[in-house]
């Protein structure tokens, strides 16, 4: 079946300007996760969804981020006046979201420059 | 004590040959252990998850290792081979809440044909 998608697969802006950053997980996962991943680091957690609430949202980095997610399904990740500390590659997650069943399911991500 | 400590940070091994990553955590409410595999440009990809009930887990080639009391875990790959050359990542996830993942920060590894 479909896996998760994002998009825009690339993505180059200008510092200063907003970008938004779109995930589709997988039909029927009830939990959705944003990381980061800088270049030659690991991922890092930015937030976590649960249905369409957020009730985790500790790895936001600055009140520049926010995210949002309808109707249990698609989220997106908006960035407003991006930063060259920005660029990164951000990678959506979905998951059954269960005890027994925590598989996170990635996209192939949104590579991110901020020039 | 939310991180964990990944080792080495770069790896390569000669076709056949074994392939150790280790890992280390803090946090005693870690209760799931996954390993991703990612190839350039890719996203992650789930190879094998361990809990702490068991002391290991085999897939294939793929092996994980745990010890509960030092709180480490390691990924043995057997008969390394060229396909392997990816970046690894563990990771620990808490059994309350978000089951958000805490990640090391990476193997990357090349397996010599």
């Known amino acids: 079946g479909a896996g998760v998608s994002q998009s825009p697969s690339n993505k180059v802006t200008e510092k200063g300007k907003d970008v938004e950053l779109r995930c589709d997980p997988i039909?029927?996962?009830?939990?959705l996760y944003w990381y980061r991943q800088s270049l030659g680091q690991g991922l890092e957690f930015l937030i976590y969804?649960?249905?369409?609430?957020?009730?985790?949202k500790s790895g936001l980095p600055s009140d520049r981020f926010s995210a949002e997610r309808t109707g249990g399904s698609v989220s997106t990740l908006t960035i407003q006046r991006t930063q060259q500390e920005d660029s990164a590659v951000y990678l959506c997650a979905s998951s059954p979201g269960l005890a027994f069943d925590r598989t996170q399911y990635f996209g192939p991500g949104t590579r991110l420059l901020v020039l | 004590q939310q991180q964990v400590k990944q080792s080495p940070q770069s790896l390569i091994v000669q076709k056949g040959g074994i392939s150790i990553i280790n890992c280390a955590y803090e946090?005693?409410?870690?209760?799931?252990f996954p390993w991703y595999q990612q190839f350039p440009g890719k996203g992650p990809a789930l190879l094998i998850a361990?809990?702490?009930?068991?002391s290991e887990k085999k897939e294939g080639r793929f092996t994980i290792s745990f010890n509960k009391s030092a709180k480490q875990f390691s990924l043995h790959i057997m008969d390394s081979q060229p396909g392997d050359s990816a970046t690894y990542f563990c990771?620990?996830?808490?059994?309350?809440?978000?089951?958000?993942?805490?990640f090391g920060t990476g193997t990357r590894l090349k397996v010599l044909a």
């Open positions: 361990i809990r702490p009930d068991v």
């Open positions: 990771a620990a996830s808490n059994g309350s809440g978000t089951y958000k993942y805490i």
């Open positions: 039909s029927g996962h009830t939990a």
């Open positions: 946090n005693t409410a870690f209760d799931y």
């Open positions: 969804f649960q249905g369409n609430s957020a009730p985790d």
